[in-house]
């Protein structure tokens, strides 16, 4: 038995998807097949690429550690002007990714709020470090995290945990022996979504961390830096490595932990 | 012909202008023009009532492959042939000025930069432009003249970008063209250097081929080209062809 599909849904509908999935083709079309692999070959291309990959995964893992808390914070724990500190996680998801890369200038840099503390006391400077990068990375991403695990720990049931609790469970063991395991999927789910974001960071990292080959250059500054110079196949090139080597990974994950 | 005629056609003080020359006038134009070409809009808009003109300024190299992929360009400024030439639209270019490398700094040049050499002192951070760009080409031909190593800690994809890490005081010095140092004198020194004037950009300016205003860029092409064009892109530290 088929639905029968509203025609008012349907069409919108339609024109989403192809809205969605038209650019991609272009992508897919414009594409140079034959020199994907010579491309996948080069030295600035894999050193960019690794580097891609290493910094979104530990900003996932900067995420996860941070994020996790806070979202449990924000659904469990009853505090004044929580309205407000959800209200300002949100800013990232918001803020323009270069506004966000000025800001963590303004409070990261070396004249900045913290940074110039760091800088005259340890002789830490974390622009044009590749620490900058996950720092950029982590900020723009953490709030697709804290929301993810939030909703997952709203709809989970606090039945289990006021059970364990009466058990004698303290609240940190009813936590990490309850809590977790019930938003498992959340938290994974969380955690790729906020990896993807992190993968595809562009704006606050070029503010933020500056553009050099193998410290600060992540895919999507060398994708932008080889349109720059006006190679567009080349640019194209680059796009659709990030893009499979990400929808890979991503699928790879889902199939793994979030079926 | 028309290029002469649109040049009188602007001296008509009656209001509208006999040439033709209204409607919006698009001009793609490298970054480091931002401040003189603001300047030369807002004269042409005044002396051509009718016309506005809209600016987009960026690397010229990210300028000249939005022009290649159909961005709506009438006129294109270039820091550099190389950049115009990739433009496979552009008219016949005509160069109409000149600009050369300085060592920007921050304030009262608080490192004690004298050359360039003091670049490549290991506790100094430097920010160049990528190569793709004109300065960046530039800033390789100067170091290379000087033979010098200079690692730098950023490569930025124009020159505004490169002189901002220095305002930000995020590194010690930049190599940016003198005119971007001089439209921001009050945030930073500029160092002049010798080897500069082995690494001095010539400036192109087109109407593009398939522009749809192209009575107007040719208008404004004229008008950078005039007295009163060349009086505002040298009081800017631009020097003539």
């Not at chain 1, 025609?7 to 594409?31: D, E, N, S, W």
């Not at chain 1, 806070?70 to 659904?75: D, E, F, I, R, T």
């Not at chain 1, 900020?139 to 909703?151: T, Y």
């Amino acid at each position: 038995m088929r639905t029968r599909v509203p025609l008012p849904l349907l069409i919108p509908a339609g024109i989403g998807l192809v809205f969605l999935v038209l650019p991609l083709a272009g992508l897919l079309l414009r594409t140079p097949w034959s020199s994907l692999l010579d491309r996948l070959a080069e030295p600035e291309v894999t050193t960019a690429l690794r580097l891609s990959l290493v910094t979104a995964s530990i900003a996932t893992v900067v995420c996860l550690l941070l994020g996790v808390p806070l979202a449990w914070l924000l659904a469990r724990v009853e505090f004044p002007g929580r309205r407000i500190v959800r209200a300002l996680i949100t800013v990232p998801l918001v803020l323009p990714p270069v506004v966000g890369g000025i800001a963590l200038l303004l409070a990261l840099g070396r004249r900045g709020l913290v940074g110039s503390w760091l800088d005259e006391t340890f002789g830490i400077t974390l622009p044009f470090t590749t620490a900058g990068v996950v720092i950029a990375e982590a900020f723009v991403a953490l709030p697709f995290l804290v929301i993810s695990v939030e909703g997952a720990l709203r709809g989970a049931d606090t039945r289990y945990e006021e059970a364990a609790a009466t058990l004698g469970a303290s609240r940190w063991i009813s936590f990490t022996h309850v809590t977790l395991p019930l938003v498992a999927p959340g938290i994974a789910a969380g955690a790729v979504l906020c990896w993807a974001r992190a993968l595809g960071e562009f704006g606050a990292t070029i503010t933020f961390a500056g553009n050099y080959p193998g410290i600060t250059q992540t895919m999507p500054l060398a994708v932008y830096q080889t349109m720059e110079s006006g190679d567009l196949d080349g640019a194209v090139v680059l796009s659709l490595i990030l893009l499979i080597v990400s929808v890979t990974i991503l699928a790879a994950l889902r199939d793994k932990w979030l079926a | 012909m028309t290029a002469s005629l649109a040049a009188c056609g602007s001296s008509d003080e009656t209001g509208a202008p006999a040439d033709g020359t209204t409607g919006p006038i698009t001009v793609f134009a490298a970054a480091s023009l931002t401040e003189s070409f603001t300047t030369l809009g807002k004269q042409f808009e005044s002396s051509h009532p009718g016309a506005t003109v809209t600016f987009n300024f960026g690397g010229s190299s990210a300028l000249a492959t939005q022009i290649n992929q159909g961005a709506p360009a009438d006129v294109f400024a270039s820091a550099a042939p190389k950049n115009m030439q990739a433009v496979t639209e552009a008219g016949t270019p005509t160069t109409f000025v000149r600009n050369q490398l300085v060592i920007a700094v921050g304030a009262g040049n608080p490192k004690g930069v004298t050359g360039l050499a003091d670049l490549a002192k290991p506790d100094l951070k430097v920010a160049l432009c990528a190569e793709a760009v004109p300065c960046g080409a530039a800033a390789r031909t100067a170091v290379e003249a000087a033979a010098v190593k200079i690692t730098p800690v950023t490569l930025e994809q124009d020159v505004k970008a490169a002189l901002s890490k220095v305002k930000l005081g995020e590194v010690d010095a930049a190599l940016v063209y003198r005119t971007d140092a001089k439209a921001s004198a009050a945030d930073v020194d500029a160092i002049e250097f010798p080897e500069s004037a082995k690494a001095i950009n010539d400036y192109p300016i087109a109407v593009l081929t398939n522009a749809k205003n192209a009575t107007g860029g040719r208008a404004f092409v004229d008008y950078v080209l005039s007295a009163d064009g060349v009086k505002v892109l040298t009081a800017a530290g631009f020097q003539a062809p």
